[in-house]
T-cell receptor, first 113, second 113 residues
Framework: QQQVKQSPQSLIVQKGGISIINCAYE??????FPWYQQFPGKGPALLIA?????SEKKEGRFTISFNKSAKQFSLHIMDSQPGDSATYFC????????????FGSGTRLQVQP | EAGVVQSPRYKIIEKKQPVAFWCNPI?????LYWYLQNLGQGPELLIR????????DSQLPKDRFSAERLKGVDSTLKIQPAELGDSAVYLC???????????FGPGTRLTVL
């Protein structure tokens, strides 16, 4: 059972453009929604995370938008740069740090110069 | 500060052979995770430790996989015997007990021939 569905599978964006990646979840018990960034040969690294009590969180060029009623959340990367080219994973978990993460299938982002 | 250390980084073995992976978490992190990442997919939990206790191993194929974290610090994941379908990246992550953020190691890429 795929509890976190992520789209698109791949994305090509021009430098300076906006990258948008979407995720939908099924388990209403999830209460922590992070986005991880993974470069080839590296482990995933936390980029930004949100809890359901807010609808948006912004950190620099990265913004999470969260829609609790639709059970969807998205990552927006503003002013995308070639250095942002990586694979992005959404994830979800329930409980305060006492559960493993359930990851989406990933989005391979390529930012063209 | 050193991150999560994993070794070896790469391993190539023949099917039916045993293999072991080692993980040293970030100092002070009580919780340790082993994830399996298939090519083009998000990580999937195999086992989670709180100190030396395995608190979630429901996804670990216990007929061939085993893990240990004897002193509550570093951990070893073993496969015996390996099958072709075990070819994947094995990721180790750690966190403080109760904390949301998980820190991932670079992973061990296993190829079973």
């Amino acid at each position: 059972q795929q509890q976190v569905k992520q789209s698109p599978q791949s994305l090509i964006v021009q430098k300076g453009g906006i990258s948008i990646i979407n995720c939908a979840y099924e388990n209403t018990a999830f209460d922590y929604f992070p986005w991880y960034q993974q470069f080839p040969g590296k482990g995933p690294a936390l980029l930004i995370a949100i809890r359901p009590d807010v609808s948006e969180k912004k950190e620099g060029r990265f913004t999470i938008s969260f829609n609790k009623s639709a059970k969807q959340f998205s990552l927006h990367i503003m002013d995308s740069q070639p250095g942002d080219s990586a694979t992005y994973f959404c994830a979800a978990s329930r409980g305060t740090g006492r559960r493993a993460l359930t990851f989406g299938s990933g989005t391979r982002l390529q930012v063209q110069p | 500060e050193a991150g999560v250390v994993q070794s070896p980084r790469y391993k190539i073995i023949e099917k039916k052979q045993p293999v072991a992976f080692w993980c040293n978490p970030i100092s002070g992190h009580n919780t340790l995770y082993w994830y399996l990442q298939n090519l083009g997919q998000g990580p999937e939990l195999l086992i989670r430790y709180e100190n030396e206790e395995a608190v979630d191993d429901s996804q670990l194929p216990k007929d061939r996989f085993s893990a240990e974290r004897l002193k509550g610090v570093d951990s070893t994941l073993k496969i015996q015997p390996a099958e072709l379908g075990d070819s994947a990246v094995y990721l180790c992550a750690s966190s403080f007990l109760g904390a949301d953020e998980q820190f991932f190691g670079p992973g061990t890429r296993l190829t079973v021939l």
